[in-house]
């Protein structure tokens, strides 16, 4: 096993080779190199972002009210509002019978109105 004394010379040795030498790599690949902000070239950018989004969210309403259109057209189809015509009303032979001496009685005074005008 391995004593404290070695194992803190071991830590040093690697934070010396992998981190001491990168900190300076790191430090002198930026010095010199000033960040430069153009800000006509940042605004120019966000106003295309914010011209593009909104083109975006103008498409999305488009879509939501051809949406909405086609929605309350199949909903038209399928719920009718309309009152549905009832089936025929399926008549006994009582009141078939009744229509008929109806229909009979209005003959023939149409034929006795048609034999008096001839």
Not at 81 to 84: A, G, H, L, R, Y
């Given at each position: 096993?391995?004593?404290?004394?070695?194992?803190?010379?071991?830590?040093?040795?690697s934070y010396e080779t992998y981190?001491?030498?990168?900190?300076e790599k790191n430090d002198e690949a930026?010095?010199?190199?000033?960040?430069?902000?153009?800000?006509h070239a940042l605004e120019d950018e966000m106003t295309k972002k914010k011209i593009a989004e909104e083109n975006k969210i103008d498409s999305?309403?488009?879509l939501k009210e051809e949406l909405?259109?086609?929605?309350?057209?199949?909903?038209?189809k399928v719920f009718d509002?309309?009152?549905?015509k009832q089936s025929a009303h399926r008549k006994n032979v009582d009141e078939v019978y009744c229509e008929f001496n109806k229909e009979k009685e209005e003959m023939l005074e149409k034929m006795a109105e048609y034999k008096k005008k001839k």
């Open positions: 096993m391995k004593t404290l004394k070695e194992i803190n010379k071991e830590a040093e040795e981190f001491k030498e990168n900190i930026f010095r010199g190199k000033d960040v430069v902000l153009d800000t999305l309403h488009v909405k259109a086609e929605a309350m057209t199949s909903y038209t509002d309309k009152p549905k």
